[in-house]
């Protein structure tokens, strides 16, 4: 893909648009120190036997859930605490996001990649906080921009020294509650020279679709997913669980755990092509 030169390493795995995918994957939001023991654990099982490099991601916090009635997580201690339990247990890489600016420096010593969400893509404040943690740094593209709007986002954050950049897309605003999808937003996105990851999950996702909660259409995960490996991208953001329909937050959208080994051998296919 052009503009695929840059590499990003997260704690030793090696991250470009011209390598074997990696996978972000997690459920949306932290449940219970249990949970993320038993689904870390499974997800990378199923990593390790195809050989995909593995970040784990999960958020301490939802600040950004459809009612005040939503699950937003277990607050900054607790999950701090856990996230650490997760590593030194499975020794994977952790990813979570943060919507404010002084987050960042507090988490940054327990996790390996810290994330943008959409809706704060382009708060300045928020990426050069980020930015000067030195961490590696994952930015959603929000649903309102173009992708060549990407650029500056790049340019924010590298002006703090930190060159460790990825831009995930996922999706963009289509009339209301629905999202869809510009192909050509992955090449564009990628001759700014950062990994190009792809949100197969957000993608599907139906914002406020079901009045307090969001919808999905969670059938659709794979067709986007391999069409976005078939253009070429350094790596897939899938949420997962075990019990999607339950979960308490992005459940529709979510892919069954059940479900990941399949998606995953069929689009590890696709990839070897493309990139050979």
Do not use: W
């Amino acid at each position: 893909m052009a503009g695929a030169h840059h590499i990003t390493s997260i704690k030793g795995m090696t991250v470009g648009n011209d390598l074997p995918f990696v996978l972000i994957a997690g459920p949306c939001v932290l449940e219970s120190e249990k949970h993320a023991l038993t689904l870390s654990t499974a997800i990378k099982k199923i990593c390790d036997k195809l050989k995909i490099p593995l970040v784990y991601k999960t958020s301490f916090d939802k600040a950004n859930r459809s009612s005040i009635e939503s699950a937003r997580g277990l607050g900054m201690a607790e999950s701090l605490r856990i996230f650490s339990k997760i590593k030194s247990e499975t020794g994977l890489p952790l990813l979570t996001d943060y919507h404010e600016r002084d987050q960042a420096a507090e988490i940054a010593p327990v996790v390996d990649v810290l994330q943008v969400p959409a809706f704060l893509c382009r708060q300045t404040d928020l990426l050069l906080a980020g930015g000067k943690t030195g961490k590696p740094m994952n930015v959603k593209k929000g649903q309102f921009l173009a992708p060549e709007d990407m650029a500056n986002i790049v340019s924010k954050i590298e002006s703090t020294g930190n060159h460790d950049v990825m831009l995930c897309e996922r999706g963009v605003s289509f009339g209301y509650r629905t999202l869809v999808n510009d192909f050509r937003a992955l090449p564009i996105m990628a001759k700014t020279g950062k990994p190009i990851i792809f949100d197969a999950t957000h993608s599907v996702q139906s914002p406020g679709g079901l009045g307090k909660t969001s919808g999905g259409q969670r059938e659709f995960v794979f067709d986007l997913a391999r069409a976005a490996v078939a253009v070429g991208v350094a790596g897939l953001f899938l949420e997962v669980h075990e019990d999607p329909d339950h979960a308490p937050s992005d459940g529709p959208n979510m892919l069954h755990l059940a479900d990941l080994e399949n998606i995953l051998r069929r689009l590890q296919q696709i990839d070897r092509v493309i990139k050979e």
